[in-house]
Nanobody, 125 residues
């Protein structure tokens, strides 16, 4: 198991930016692809972005493509989500997750074995 702790959430106006961080501990961080998910009230948890163990491969949900960027620094056991041009519909609890493999063979939540506790992002209009 990998332990994950998110930070960086908060309240921002539409059009603004936030950077989320996820610090990992436990098993070797670089063994795992990583991902970000979000869940808005009354909605299912949805995939946002993912990155392979080396950072060479990334994938994004269509709703955030071109606005969000996922990155990682293995030496710091940390994965980031830079969120720009935020919209009110981006409001959700954002979760960091460790994939079950070094590469992202699926973006379904079942492909991720460890989860953080979540951080709230609220975008006001």
């Amino acid at each position: 198991q990998v332990q994950l702790v998110e930070s960086g959430g908060g309240l921002v106006q539409a059009g603004g930016s936030l950077r989320l961080s996820c610090a990992a501990s436990g098993r070797t961080f670089s063994n795992y692809a990583m991902g970000w998910f979000r869940q808005a009230p009354g909605k299912e948890r949805e995939f946002v972005a993912a990155i392979s163990w080396s950072g060479s491969s990334t994938s994004y949900a269509d709703s955030v493509k071109g606005r969000f960027t996922i990155s990682r620094v293995n030496a710091k056991n940390t994965v980031y989500l830079q969120m720009n041009s935020l919209k009110p519909e981006d409001t959700a609890v954002y979760y960091c997750a460790a994939h079950r493999a070094p590469v992202v063979y699926t973006t379904a939540p079942s492909g991720f074995g460890s989860w953080g506790q979540g951080t709230q992002v609220t975008v006001s209009s």
